[in-house]
């Protein structure tokens, strides 16, 4: 089964904008949603963007997400304290059934 | 309001079993699909099973694969996995998850493998 690789930390400012990347080889990658979890310290992840960048309700507009070709990245503006986080993307394989994935960005708000 | 309410975690031996619950409520289970997934602490999410709405189709990831069953009664509400042959490296936080894009989350149960 195959991984998306993400970046282990990234790091800004409050106010700040961030992006973190989500790179997957397979066709499956390719050929399915990406969506995007946010895990706060001690709780169960969230999910944040679905179907590539569509936000649940209540999830604010500072987070969007966008996906061409072998990659999609969350994009994540006017940072606060509040969203240092674990980010984690996704992908539900339909044809096999299968979920993957990626091992997760550490954000830091300095 | 979605609720996913996981329960059925400890302390087990190498070789043991234990059987997970997920009780939902707040949306008509029988029509999602569910899924399993863990978190050994301090890493990252993996994604362990999941299992069709109304339980005609099964999936696994390779690392549980003929030692864990997912199942569901959807007359119960409830989701299931069961663990066999467990090994240290099973140790983690089992969410259960709801829908293909695992829109809602339960709060977790701990498992942990050892002697």
């Known amino acids: 089964q195959s991984v998306l690789t993400q970046p282990p930390s990234v790091s800004a400012a409050p106010g700040q904008k961030v992006t973190i990347s989500c790179s997957g080889s397979s066709s499956s990658f390719r050929n399915n949603y990406v969506y995007w979890y946010q895990q706060l310290p001690g709780t169960a992840p969230k999910l944040l963007i679905y179907?590539?960048?569509k936000r649940p309700s209540g999830i604010p507009d500072r987070f969007s997400g966008s996906k061409s070709g072998t990659s999609a990245t969350l994009g994540i503006t006017g940072l606060q304290t509040g969203d240092e986080a674990d980010y984690y993307c996704?992908?539900?394989?339909?044809?096999?059934?299968?979920?993957?994935f990626g091992g997760g960005t550490k954000l830091t708000v300095l | 309001e979605v609720q996913l309410v996981e329960s059925g975690g400890g302390l087990v031996q190498p070789g043991g079993s234990l059987r997970l619950s997920c009780a939902a409520s707040g949306f008509t289970f029988s029509s999602y699909w569910m899924h399993w997934v863990r978190q050994a602490p301090g890493k990252g999410l993996v994604w362990v099973s999941c299992?069709?709405?109304?339980?005609?189709?099964?999936s696994y990831a390779d690392s549980v694969k003929g030692r864990f069953t997912i199942s569901r009664d959807n007359a119960k509400n409830t989701l299931y996995l069961q663990m066999n042959s467990l090994r240290a490296e099973d140790t983690a936080v089992y969410y259960c998850?709801?829908?293909?894009?695992?829109?809602?989350w339960g709060q977790g149960t701990l498992v942990t493998v050892s002697s």
């Open positions: 996704g992908t539900w394989d339909s044809r096999l059934s299968v979920v993957v």
């Open positions: 299992i069709k709405s109304d339980g005609s189709s099964t």
């Open positions: 998850a709801r829908d293909r894009d695992l829109s809602s």
């Open positions: 179907d590539n960048n």
